[in-house]
């Protein structure tokens, strides 16, 4: 099992910046890949970015060069730095952890971009 908490988030402006920070916890160790996902009114829940053990980075296009994902040493946090957000990019951003076939998600935390 695996418990995922996730702080961070909340109201920024166009062109603003927001951090988000995920903390594993329960079988870390047994931890593959790390990332976030969001999920916009109406919409179905999307990859954002992802981390895999081995350093292995992928981003949705539409947050690429904007948005940068890491991990710790540790390999038990993982941050979502975003830039230069849109409006477009409101949603409930959602961590996950991959442990073999199962996906773990956090509670979820609001990032809401006004224009």
């Known amino acids: 099992q695996v418990q995922l908490v996730e702080s961070g988030g909340g109201l920024v402006q166009a062109g603003g910046s927001l951090q988000l920070s995920c903390t594993a916890s329960?079988?870390?160790?047994?931890?593959?890949?790390m990332g976030w996902y969001r999920q916009a009114p109406g919409k179905q829940r999307e990859s954002v970015a992802v981390i895999t053990r081995a350093g292995s980075i992928n981003y949705a296009d539409s947050v690429k060069g904007r948005f940068t994902i890491s991990r710790d040493n540790a390999k038990t946090t993982v941050t979502l730095q975003m830039n230069n957000l849109k409006p477009e990019d409101t949603a409930v951003y959602y961590c996950?952890?991959?442990?073999?076939?199962?996906?773990?998600w956090g509670q979820g935390t609001q990032v809401t971009v006004s224009s």
């Open positions: 329960g079988s870390t160790f047994s931890i593959r890949t």
């Open positions: 996950t952890a991959q442990v073999m076939y199962t996906n773990y």
